[in-house]
């Protein structure tokens, strides 16, 4: 059942508003002034407002303000009912949060139209309120559970490092073996770090990560990021080359952002480029440092307009659409900023922006 309050100072008028609403699928109240009004309000919470403009003491629009400065209230549908036929009245009352305005005297027709109308958008309000909290829980509980996930992966992952470089220690190994453990020990330290950033990139995207500056020389990075991908590109036979003129070029930022950031965009290069192709990574210096990543293939026209959006991917089989993504919250977060350009014929750059 659905709430309705009238308000009105004129027993005519309150005869005739309840003479129309008589519905079983309504409840109605009745306030012959503003201050009554408000302290029904306060306690029943109405789904609709009729409220009279001229009254004593304090006057409907008086009200209608009081109702939109409370948070509580704000979003109750307001109509006003007024002897009026003033364009600068009516032009008011939309002004100060009224939904709709019915003229005296009262047409029977005409307020069940607008107030079934009304009542309607009202519902279809609180549906769509329902709704969106039931997204926020389950988007929260989906936080937690990646959150509480993460952290129990770390526990396991602390032993493989732990006893491979203790093993490493302790015995005596073949050259092979040594390797071996090596590159256990430095796959245990990949995935810490993947765990440890999908934790940032959720701090980046709700404002709380703690971002240290440093200066950064992001020519080793990209090094490392090359050495590091060199398995990938040598499977499909890709040139990976930077081009420098300098030896070394620093920027303002965090070490293992950088290299998350351009392992991120060197790996999707890699991906989307053709076979047997080159990617180049340029480095240049002007009121910022200036990276592009370019390599032969164009991106999906499906996805060019959203290309760094969250869970954005198109032709890859195992493609989480993060990336690109998580680069961009990476870029921005220390200051930076990125962008993408891309065609059949000329391939896609992908210029990353960072402070110097």
Same mark, same amino acid.
């Given at each position: 059942?659905?709430?309705?309050?009238?308000?009105?100072?004129? $027993? /005519?008028?309150?005869?005739?508003?309840?003479?129309?609403?008589?519905?079983?699928?309504?409840?109605?109240?009745?306030?012959? *002034?503003?201050?009554?009004?408000?302290?029904?309000?306060?306690?029943?919470?109405?789904?609709?407002?009729?409220?009279?403009?001229?009254?004593?003491?304090?006057?409907?629009?008086?009200?209608?303000?009081? =109702?939109?400065?409370?948070? /509580?209230?704000?979003? #109750?549908?307001?109509?006003?009912?007024?002897?009026?036929?003033? *364009?600068?009245?009516?032009?008011?009352?939309?002004? &100060?949060?009224?939904?709709?305005?019915?003229?005296?005297?009262?047409?029977?027709?005409?307020?069940?139209?607008?107030?079934?109308?009304?009542?309607?958008?009202?519902?279809?309000?609180?549906?769509?309120?329902?709704?969106?909290?039931?997204?926020?829980?389950?988007?929260?509980?989906?936080?937690?559970?990646?959150?509480?996930?993460?952290?129990?992966?770390?526990?396991?992952?602390?032993?493989?490092?732990?006893?491979?470089?203790?093993?490493?220690?302790?015995?005596?190994?073949? $050259?092979? !073996?040594?390797? &071996? =453990?090596?590159?256990?020990?430095?796959?245990? %330290?990949? &995935?810490?770090?993947?765990?440890?950033?999908?934790?940032?990139? @959720?701090? &980046?995207?709700?404002?709380?990560?703690? @971002?240290?500056?440093?200066?950064?020389?992001?020519?080793?990075?990209?090094?490392?990021?090359?050495?590091?991908?060199?398995?990938?590109?040598?499977?499909?036979?890709?040139?990976?080359?930077?081009?420098?003129?300098?030896?070394?070029?620093?920027?303002?930022?965090?070490?293992?952002?950088? @290299?998350?950031?351009?392992? *991120?965009?060197?790996?999707?290069?890699?991906?989307?480029? $053709?076979?047997?192709?080159?990617?180049?990574?340029?480095?240049?210096?002007?009121?910022? /440092? #200036?990276?592009?990543?370019?390599?032969?293939?164009?991106?999906?026209?499906?996805?060019?307009?959203?290309?760094?959006?969250? %869970? #954005?991917?198109?032709?890859?089989?195992?493609?989480?659409?993060?990336?690109?993504?998580?680069?961009?919250?990476?870029?921005?977060?220390?200051?930076?900023?990125?962008?993408? !350009?891309?065609?059949?014929?000329?391939?896609?750059?992908?210029?990353?922006?960072?402070?110097?």
């Amino acid at each position: 059942m659905q709430k309705i309050l009238i308000v009105d100072d004129t $027993p /005519a008028n309150v005869k005739s508003l309840l003479n129309a609403l008589k519905n079983p699928d309504y409840k109605l109240f009745v306030a012959t *002034n503003g201050t009554n009004a408000l302290e029904i309000i306060a306690s029943n919470s109405p789904d609709l407002i009729l409220l009279d403009i001229v009254m004593p003491i304090m006057d409907g629009y008086e009200v209608c303000k009081k =109702l939109k400065a409370d948070k /509580a209230t704000k979003n #109750i549908p307001v109509i006003f009912i007024t002897a009026r036929d003033d *364009n600068e009245d009516e032009e008011l009352g939309f002004e &100060m949060g009224a939904v709709d305005y019915i003229t005296k005297p009262i047409n029977s027709s005409t307020v069940q139209a607008r107030v079934k109308t009304h009542l309607k958008l009202r519902l279809a309000y609180k549906e769509l309120k329902q709704k969106n909290i039931a997204l926020k829980e389950s988007s929260l509980l989906r936080e937690n559970v990646e959150r509480i996930i993460h952290h129990d992966l770390k526990t396991p992952l602390n032993a493989v490092i732990g006893y491979s470089a203790l093993l490493k220690e302790e015995m005596t190994l073949k $050259p092979e !073996e040594r390797e &071996m =453990l090596e590159k256990i020990e430095d796959s245990g %330290y990949k &995935m810490l770090n993947m765990i440890n950033n999908s934790l940032d990139i @959720y701090k &980046m995207e709700t404002g709380t990560y703690q @971002y240290d500056i440093d200066f950064v020389d992001i020519l080793n990075v990209l090094n490392k990021v090359v050495a590091d991908t060199k398995n990938l590109s040598t499977i499909k036979k890709l040139s990976l080359k930077i081009d420098a003129i300098q030896d070394e070029l620093f920027v303002q930022g965090e070490e293992l952002l950088c @290299y998350s950031l351009f392992a *991120n965009l060197v790996k999707n290069a890699i991906e989307a480029s $053709p076979k047997s192709r080159h990617i180049t990574i340029s480095l240049t210096e002007k009121d910022t /440092a #200036i990276i592009r990543i370019h390599n032969q293939g164009a991106v999906p026209k499906e996805i060019r307009d959203n290309f760094f959006d969250k %869970y #954005i991917t198109a032709g890859k089989q195992e493609g989480t659409g993060l990336g690109t993504y998580s680069a961009k919250l990476m870029a921005e977060t220390q200051g930076g900023s990125i962008h993408v !350009e891309t065609s059949e014929e000329m391939g896609t750059t992908v210029t990353v922006l960072l402070l110097n």
